[in-house]
């Protein structure tokens, strides 16, 4: 007969095991997920343009690829809906499966796409449909992610684990980088012929690797549970999006704002600061990409940092220290990139990307997931997250490039924006923390 200790002991080997097999699942399929969207990132500011609307004047097709960008944003709330009810209803692996298999469809879809050239107006017709499947899919991507491996790990270790996966989003972009910037040092013509269908092509090798390591993830404990006590209690099913909207309408309105300077921050840095970079002061596509590059490496490490901090003081504080940088660095970021020079620009972006970042993103799925109870918050997070993602993320490297060109080059609003957002995300973080006892 086995001992008290040794039970204890396989428990907790047991739970170790399942809290790594969660982790690994979830980070494979989020730098999967955002591979994809840091390739179309990287290829929208530099050659989706000459690629699907070589028509328009250069400024023009420039926006019309961040238009397409943005678009991929707009539908993901609609994902996260659908793919969130999966998940909150039938089970956090099976929505898991269901987000990675549709990515993957619509990625290779881009790779296979005819150009302007080949096809005309089908073309960027096309290329939007693949857009909007990608972002239906990615709809609760990151938030499954979070929400499996909230579910999995102890309260107190929640935001370090969490965070895990959440960096993973830099991995997949910077992975997306260096494959770029791998296949754009071959000539033009062969690059804009087809060298560029490579990265998105190869991508189905990825997706076939995730969904066959999520086939073999066990449901949350979590869940589980939370479903056993809901049919014990013989209580009727109700739809999660319903019950989120109608027992917690503050929280979602505080994670939603929460997100916004994460958001404007994210994507200003890795995909309009590219175009800016290159497009408007003239830097080369190597120093550019350089740049970014660094920039993403170093949020690997002070993603994770962010998370243990927000264990050991608590994630709301993390998250509102993590705005306020970014809100006192918009100014010497865009001095030190406006320069020129790849080593300041390299220090400016790393610098706010690094702290300003690694204490959002590693406070972030800590801070969400305890906002929301275990029956809906895969679609709390869901929600807070893409809405966000579709109001402010997505468009911001469009309204940006616009901003600039309303500035006459120069950067003056795109730093009022950047720093209004921050400010938003300080404030709601402020009142969400209220609203639950962990954060």
Not at 106 to 126: C, F
Not at 189 to 217: E, H, T
Not at 299 to 320: N, V
Request: with cysteine; glycine share 10%; proline share 4%.
């Amino acid at each position: 007969m086995q001992s008290a200790q040794t039970l204890d002991t396989e428990l907790t080997v047991n739970n170790n095991s399942n809290i790594r097999k969660a982790v690994v699942a979830s980070t494979i399929g989020t730098i999967i997920e955002w591979y994809d969207y840091g390739l179309y990132a990287a290829a929208s500011g530099l050659i989706i343009n000459r690629l699907f609307f070589p028509q328009l004047s250069h400024l023009g097709g420039i926006l019309a690829a961040f238009a397409t960008f943005a678009i991929g944003f707009v539908i993901r709330p609609l994902g996260g809906i659908v793919i969130s009810h999966i998940g909150d209803r039938f089970g956090r692996k099976p929505a898991m499966i269901v987000c990675v298999s549709i990515m993957g469809v619509a990625t290779v879809g881009v790779g296979l796409l005819p150009t302007y050239e080949q096809a005309g107006l089908l073309a960027p017709a096309l290329l939007i449909l693949m857009r909007l499947l990608q972002g239906f899919g990615a709809g609760a991507e990151l938030a499954g992610a979070m929400t499996l491996v909230a579910e999995y790990t102890p309260l107190n270790r929640r935001a370090f684990y969490t965070s895990i996966p959440n960096t993973a989003t830099n991995f997949g972009v910077l992975v997306a980088t260096l494959t770029f910037l791998g296949f754009s040092s071959v000539p033009e013509d062969i690059l804009l012929s087809w060298v560029w269908r490579v990265p998105f092509l190869i991508s189905v090798l990825l997706f076939a690797v995730a969904v066959y390591i999520r086939f073999k993830l066990n449901e949350t404990p979590e869940y589980e549970a939370a479903m056993e006590k809901a049919r014990l209690e013989q209580k009727d099913k109700k739809i999660p999006i319903t019950e989120l909207f109608k027992n917690s309408p503050k929280e979602v309105l505080c994670g939603f704002f929460a997100m916004g300077g994460h958001q404007a921050l994210t994507y200003i840095l890795n995909t309009f600061a590219l175009s800016y970079m290159i497009n408007t002061l003239g830097m080369s596509k190597t120093d550019g990409l350089l740049v970014l590059i660094i920039a993403l490496f170093c949020t690997l490490f002070t993603g994770p940092i962010g998370g243990y901090l927000s264990d050991r003081f608590g994630s709301a504080k993390i998250f509102m220290l993590g705005a306020l940088f970014a809100a006192l660095m918009v100014y010497p970021l865009f001095l030190l990139v406006d320069t020129k020079n790849v080593v300041l620009a390299t220090i400016g972006v790393s610098t706010i990307y690094a702290v300003s970042w690694g204490c959002t993103g590693g406070a972030q799925g800590a801070f969400l997931a305890n906002l929301f109870p275990t029956r809906y918050r895969f679609s709390g997070i869901a929600m807070c997250r893409e809405l966000s993602g579709a109001i402010v993320g997505g468009p911001t490297p469009f309204v940006a490039t616009a901003l600039v060109a309303y500035g006459g080059g120069q950067p003056t609003y795109v730093m009022w924006y950047l720093m209004a957002f921050c400010i938003f995300t300080f404030v709601a973080v402020w009142f969400g923390r209220k609203l639950s006892s962990h954060t």
